[in-house]
């Protein structure tokens, strides 16, 4: 979907680009549109129909954007006051429109009719009337009614057309029959994500280059190859298969012969428990593999499981920690030595020496960009044998110290994001003379719980002549002293300034000396004058002190819930649930439009926000199951439950909700188990509502 509104975006832009006289007098004339060059932007303009648009738009427009507009009562004339123009671009992109009459646009090569009320008799009608057309690129996604499988003529009016890309998004697809693009011999790529596809055949997509089935119900890959054991896609260059079912690695080893144009692999959110020896070795043409997140319990991974000569980016971050004993990491890379890019993120690297760790990346001579994520390390990694690097991520780990001697030998690095450690101090020998002086050194050491004293005094100097070299500098904060606490440290540079430099260094040295040899005296004076009576009280605590237990301690988490919701229902969210459980009973709920920062991933923010919360609560509605990241917490809830925690689950249910369209078999195992309640505009349900929701809450508090 992004793709495609990028498509739209570009040709917005380099009109710009290309004509650099715009402001009013690139307004059409008597419209509220943008006309530059060929090109009509009269998108999110309050539109109801295109009467205002007739005989006012220049005729040479041949792109026309209608985007974000409310075609609610479109009439068979619909179209008629852009007739005229020979359109080949068109966008009604989340129009509202629930219907297209009479679309006769013989010039059209662009269509886009995605995120709207059609059904898939009124999307039939629109390729029937697109029969014999210079159609290109046509997106008809989130169909009304999902029909679950197409047919064999689904897309026979367009046998003749040069359609090379076809978006299918929210069809509820589940099968796709033999044949059924058969009659799209131009189609190059083919976009099925977002549906509940169990399988299809590649037959009749002989040229496709790109094939997304992203958040699909696939348990294996769909066959490559013929009865002949030839290639059915033999141009296929981009493959996305994430969040799936699919589970056996080894496939790619047994079809990869039908799979040699094969570039970019994604295969993240899987099923995959073992990355087997060489599974991906006969993928000749391969680049980009992302294999993140896998949803099984463990990830083992065997030698050589990434063999492969053409491999150059690699994903295999685990949102499960994946331990030394999981990896045969002696010879995990062996054969892997054309990769650029790894990603490790997740892994649990805490067992790992400097030799483990030197012994594992050894084969990589070409490594360039390593991301180690949240890996438990308690020092910088052994990195300095990989000469080429040029960026090293090591976000949300334990780093209390950074050394120079760890970087000697990489004189190319130039990006070093170390945020959310645990450094309270940069000095300048923290780094190489070689990275301090690099014209394009990008650094963050944001979030870290900085001790602003005299030995940050040299590191606050150089940022200050050094601004744009570092990342987030308004987010490097002081954690001491106490009355500096979160202020920012380019804000405490004059006070350091006077009191760290020499002369006032020796005096609050000697002064600190003198007062531990005070302390010291006066202690040991004590000591000795009431030796006899420490002893009788230090007696009487050793000789209770096994009566009493320890008590756990759960006031870590930062929240007191982690609540998933569809952005639609923000209204309910903000004005019965924030109002009742925060503002009423002092709770702290986490909401990801206002607790979600806005740097780094939107799974990692998913990943670390719901571990800094004691209870996970889902808020279900008809918006829920559409939206894809609430399908994703939806997961994670499902393998919470797995692993032991339904007391910390609870579902809410909102009023009218459609549990037989909208309920998939994830949310009907939690309702089953997990704590749930529903809403209700009845006055005595919603005290029943709110008495179990507190009640909850209270017992997790």
């Not at 029959?177 to 055949?201: C, H, Q, R, Y």
């Not at 043409?285 to 083992?300: E, H, K, P």
């Not at 009487?540 to 639609?568: M, P, W």
Request: one cysteine or more; hydrophobic letters at 40%.
């Amino acid at each position: 979907m992004s793709s495609f509104y990028f498509y739209w975006t570009a040709i917005l832009v380099i009109n710009l680009i290309l004509n650099t006289n715009c402001c009013l007098s690139n307004l059409c004339p008597e419209t509220p549109c943008y006309c530059i060059n060929e090109t009509a932007d009269c998108s999110y303009r309050n539109l109801q129909s295109l009467t205002g648009l007739k005989n006012h738009l220049p005729v040479h427009i041949k792109v026309l954007d209608l985007s974000g507009n409310t075609f609610k009562n479109i009439t068979k004339n619909f179209f008629q006051p852009i007739a005229s123009l020979k359109l080949e671009k068109l966008n009604l992109n989340n129009s509202g429109i629930q219907c297209v009459p009479d679309f006769q646009f013989p010039s059209i090569k662009v269509l886009d009719l995605s995120r709207n009320n059609l059904t898939y008799k009124t999307i039939k009608e629109v390729l029937d009337s697109l029969r014999g057309s210079p159609i290109q690129i046509l997106d008809v996604s989130d169909v009304k009614d999902g029909i679950g499988r197409l047919s064999n003529v689904t897309f026979e009016s367009l046998e003749n057309c040069p359609l090379e890309s076809l978006h299918l998004r929210h069809w509820n697809l589940v099968n796709i029959p033999d044949g059924t693009f058969s009659n799209l011999g131009k189609l190059e790529t083919l976009d099925l994500s977002n549906n509940k596809i169990m399988g299809m055949t590649m037959r009749g997509l002989h040229n496709l280059k790109n094939l997304n089935l992203t958040l699909n119900e696939l348990s294996a890959v769909p066959r490559m190859c013929d009865v002949n054991n030839k290639s059915l896609v033999p141009y296929l260059e981009n493959l996305q298969l994430a969040i799936n079912h699919i589970s056996d690695s080894l496939q790619f080893k047994r079809e990869g012969h039908c799979l040699t144009s094969l570039v970019h692999l994604n295969l993240s959110f899987n099923a995959i428990s073992i990355l087997k020896s060489k599974a991906f070795s006969t993928l000749t043409n391969l680049s980009t593999l992302r294999l993140d997140y896998m949803l099984t319990y463990d990830l083992f991974i065997e030698k050589n499981a990434f063999m492969s000569k053409s491999l150059t980016e690699l994903g295999v971050g685990s949102n499960k920690r994946v331990t030394k004993e999981m990896l045969q990491y002696k010879d995990i890379f062996k054969n892997s030595n054309s990769i650029k890019i790894l990603d490790m993120s997740y892994f649990d690297f805490s067992t790992f020496s400097d030799e483990d760790f030197c012994i594992m990346l050894s084969w990589l001579h070409n490594l360039e960009n390593i991301r180690l994520r949240y890996c438990l390390f308690n020092s910088v990694p052994f990195i300095s044998h990989l000469y080429k690097l040029k960026s090293l991520n090591l976000n949300g780990n334990y780093i209390r110290h950074v050394h120079k001697d760890s970087f000697r030998n990489n004189s190319k690095l130039n990006t070093i994001i170390l945020r959310k450690n645990q450094l309270t101090s940069i000095h300048e020998d923290s780094f190489t003379e070689a990275i301090w002086n690099n014209p394009d050194l990008r650094i963050d050491l944001s979030f870290n719980p900085f001790a602003c004293d005299c030995d940050l005094e040299w590191f606050i100097t150089w940022a200050r002549t050094n601004k744009r070299k570092i990342i987030n500098y308004a987010e490097s904060q002081c954690d001491s002293p106490k009355e500096w606490k979160g202020n920012p440290i380019e804000e405490n540079v004059q006070k350091l300034e006077r009191t760290c430099h020499d002369l006032n260094r020796i005096v609050v040295t000697a002064i600190t000396i003198g007062s531990f040899v005070f302390i010291f005296l006066f202690i040991f004076v004590l000591v000795r004058k009431l030796r006899w009576d420490i002893l009788y009280h230090l007696h009487n605590c050793t000789s209770r002190r096994h009566g009493y237990q320890i008590l756990s301690d759960n006031s870590e988490k930062e929240y007191d819930a982690f609540v998933a919701y569809n952005t639609h229902d923000r209204k309910w969210i903000m004005s019965e649930l924030v109002e009742s459980l925060e503002k009423k009973e002092g709770y702290k709920l986490c909401l990801h439009e206002r607790n979600f920062l806005p740097i780094g991933s939107h799974v990692d923010n998913i990943f670390e926000n719901i571990e800094a919360s004691r209870n996970l609560i889902l808020v279900l509605s008809n918006n829920f199951m559409e939206d894809q990241w609430c399908q994703f917490e939806t997961i994670i809830a499902n393998h919470k439950l797995a692993d032991g925690n339904k007391d910390n689950i609870f579902l809410i249910l909102l009023d009218g909700i459609d549990s037989n369209k909208n309920f998939t078999i994830a949310l009907k195992t939690l309702l089953k188990e997990v704590q749930n309640v529903e809403w209700t505009t009845n006055a005595n349900g919603r005290k029943l509502f709110w008495k179990r929701l507190k009640s909850f809450m209270d017992k997790h508090r």
